[in-house]
């Protein structure tokens, strides 16, 4: 079995680390005439229109985040209104803007570089509105254009091993990563950028679904070769990378899966010529799962347990009083976020605002690699800069105590300016919140899939953070990093953990874009 090779994820991992040096000796520049597409396009498939003009959940932003998943024993069967709710809130079109290089579309989820490589497909049983079969969603047009007919449910229950939440759900959507349409700026770091902006996306999907009162999960346990080949990708170029259930039905009956043949649809180049970085798909290879046996062995490991560290100086988290909670709905705070450009360095946010932010997005990931629910496999580190009632300094948070750990007392704006690759957000924000793991523990549990699985957990967590953060009116930026300097920088307390992911939070400068 490939996946327990783990050389593979450290020789990824390693290889891609970012450092003052790698930036310098590596330059690396923008061929703007050969600019990806941002959207996958079947040229010769009609567009089924989604309705545009939506019911709003009505459901509070910090709500939609912390909802609890609706009890398995009722029906919750989404109809086309919730589907097209769930798809345009994670992946469609918020804001256009142009740029002298061209327009921009972004989207309703943070993704590095405005790049969009995440696609989403809709696998169906008939609901409401919807007759079964395998769709592609374009955003550009807000429609599904059916690449299959009829129900292939039973082939996802079969290449999950009968997961639960997917044998059970009347439709799943599956979310897959565009190689080329990433690395054509960030190169092979590509492959952890599919983690992220899967994970911000995730965070949407999830809180959206929750808003509409379906239940989603995130799945990660499939045999890679039969998801692929029901969607008919070109995986040298596309990847599925998860799926995601939705709403549930007790009594399901699943059709036997069936022979998929190659599709051959037309779809329009991403770009006029494309660069393969064959690491990227060597990490790929390395880390798929090869049979129904495997995946069900996959899932049912021991969790990992968490790193034991001494515990210092505590403060305890505060928590908003309800009367101060922020009440626009999910579907408002999705409109309204967008990464903050400029932060003003004098401004400073409260400690219940931080601590509502941290609260609501570790509250436990729905996902099959998170078992008991409530594990988490990335841990959080933060440098205070400005914060009502912290002292500026380096934080562990302690998640299962609800508290902050004080690791050194100081102002570490340029430390943080330095950390996020010399950026002056994360020197300007009020706080930065750095995301690291023990990949050796991971990648023991969960083989080099573990990888795929810390650097999505990050970016779901990054995501709900964004949410939360725009829920309250502050602003946020995912960040990119050194990632050496960052474990250092935390160390001796994140010894020989690896760095994973950036989210700087604080408050806009007014009148800046
Ligand atoms: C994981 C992640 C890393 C990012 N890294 C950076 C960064 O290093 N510098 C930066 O200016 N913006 C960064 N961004 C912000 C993106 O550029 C931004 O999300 C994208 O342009 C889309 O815009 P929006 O978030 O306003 O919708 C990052 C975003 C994410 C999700």
């Keep these: 079995m490939k996946n327990r090779d783990i050389q593979a994820a450290w020789k990824y991992h390693d290889g891609t680390k970012h450092s003052y040096w790698s930036i310098r000796s590596n330059p690396h520049f923008l061929d703007w005439a050969n600019r990806p597409q941002p959207f996958k396009i079947y040229p010769n498939v ?3 229109s989604l ?5 709003q959940t009505g459901m509070a932003a910090l709500s939609a985040l912390s909802a609890s998943v609706p009890s398995a024993s009722s029906d919750s069967i989404p109809d086309l209104q919730d589907l097209a709710r769930i798809l345009y809130f994670s992946a469609g079109i918020t804001k256009q803007r142009v740029y002298p290089g061209g327009e921009i579309y972004f989207r309703a989820a943070a993704c590095t570089g405005a790049l969009y490589e995440i696609e989403l497909y809709v696998v169906s049983s008939d609901l409401p509105g919807v007759d079964a079969g395998v769709y592609h969603f374009n955003p550009a047009d807000v429609s599904l ?26 439709v799943t959507i599956i979310c897959t990563g565009t190689y080329w349409r990433n690395a054509w700026k960030y190169q092979a770091r590509t492959y952890r950028h599919f983690g992220w902006d899967n994970g911000t996306l995730l965070a949407n999907m ?5 808003a509409s009162g379906l239940g989603a999960e995130i799945v990660l346990g499939f045999v890679d070769t039969e998801v692929n080949r029901l969607l008919d990708l070109d995986t040298g170029r596309e990847v599925s990378l998860c799926l995601v259930p939705i709403g549930h039905r007790p009594e399901n009956p699943l059709p036997t899966p069936t022979e998929v043949p190659a599709l051959g649809l037309e779809t329009i180049p991403v770009s006029q010529h494309e660069v393969e970085y064959p690491v990227m798909l060597e990490m790929h290879d390395a880390s798929s799962l090869q049979s129904e046996e495997e995946v069900a062995q996959w899932r049912g490991k021991q969790p990992v347990l968490a790193s034991p560290a001494p515990a210092k100086a505590e403060v305890p988290l505060q928590r ?5 909670q922020p009440k626009d709905t999910i579907e408002q705070v999705i409109l309204r976020r967008g990464s903050t450009r400029v932060f003003d360095k004098t401004a400073s946010i409260a400690l219940a605002r931080l601590s509502t932010i941290l609260t609501c997005a570790t509250r436990g990931l729905p996902a099959d690699f998170l078992q008991p629910p409530g594990t988490q496999l990335n841990d959080l580190y933060l440098i ?8 500026p300094g380096a934080y562990f948070f302690r998640r299962e105590r609800d508290n902050l750990e004080l690791l050194k007392e100081g102002t570490f704006r340029a430390e943080a300016h330095h950390l996020g690759l010399e950026q002056q957000l994360p020197a300007d924000a009020c706080v930065d919140i750095f995301f690291l793991a023990d990949l050796s523990r991971i990648l023991e549990r969960y083989g080099n899939r573990g990888y795929r699985a810390v650097q999505m957990e990050a970016g779901a967590i990054g995501g709900r953070m964004y949410l939360a953060t725009y829920a309250q009116r502050l602003g946020a930026t995912g960040l990119t990093f050194f990632d050496d300097d960052v474990t250092n920088f935390f160390s001796p307390h994140a010894k020989g953990k690896s760095a994973i992911f950036l989210l700087a939070i604080g408050k806009p400068l007014r009148g800046a874009h």
């Design 46 to 48: 009609e567009p089924l």
């Design 206 to 210: 999830l809180a959206v679904s929750a």
């Design 145 to 170: 254009r059916l690449l299959r007919k009829g129900d292939f449910r039973g082939n996802l229950a079969q290449a999950t091993a009968r997961e639960p939440a997917v044998a059970a759900a009347p």
């Design 320 to 324: 908003l009083p309800q009367e101060a």
């Design 384 to 391: 205070v800069h400005s914060v009502e009632g912290l002292e």
């Design 51 to 55: 309705p545009r003009d939506l019911p």
